[in-house]
């Protein structure tokens, strides 16, 4: 395979942008996050609000959840940096747009995009096209996460392990055995003191709201059909287990209805996350 063919963007890294941009394009203010930018990295056909994959009504949910993963890791990273935290490792980072949209804040840490590195080497690419850059903060690590390279090759990138970092790992714990996250969990919890990690995980299909396990089901089809199947599912006292075992000593679950009251209290519009995914908060000390 040429490198041109592998310089291409995550089907599901391109999902999530756009699913970013129709919340502001389609759903009632105030918004979750505002963020196009993912749009114009992505660079769709006209028509793409078109797509059965962008439906407004049949997405509202999922589309929820997303914007909303995107708002609780910002508010968690702008947290960190005015506790002096100057570290900021994105795993799995995707069509992550953070940089882009909150220089003032990313400029002043050092930024880890970790990702394959197809949509890694699109990505750069589409930044410098758009007149973005590639500033000298925002570093780009291309790994294989079921492989045990990603700590090795964001050490060489410039990473320091003995100072405080913020960890966001949202979207990627599906795709992974339950092998390969006890690894990332384990190699996280050696972070200096103070660091933090949120990482999403989804429950079983029957720990969520029956109204939300159809459009589950074809999502898990869609998945398989891509080539990429969802691996590994948990229940909340499964993924508190698995961080204990990586060694972590204080950490929390933030539940789709933690996240619903924190962010949509007060919508008339019905515009709430699906019931599938959760978070692990977890600190080191």
Known sequence: MTQDKKAVPDNTAVRTALWRALHVQVDAAPHIIEDEIGLQLAAPEADWQQRPDMHPDFTKRLRASMVARARFIEDMVKEAYKLGTRQYVILGAGLD???????????????????????????QQRLTELGFGLPDWLHFVSVDFEMASWWEQLIKAGFNPGKPSVVACTG???????????????????????????MTFYLPADLMEEEDRPLQQISEKGARAAGTPFISFFSPEEMLALAREAGFKEMEIISSGDIARRYFTGRTDGFSPASGEEFLVARTV
């Open 172 to 198: 990627v714990t599906l795709y992974l055995t339950r092998e390969a996250i006890l690894d990332t969990l384990r190699q996280i919890a050696t972070l200096a003191p103070g660091s933090k990690l949120a």
């Open 97 to 123: 747009t953070f940089a882009q949209r909150q220089p003032e804040i990313a400029s002043r840490m050092q930024v880890f995009e970790i990702d394959q590195p197809g949509t890694q080497a699109w990505k």
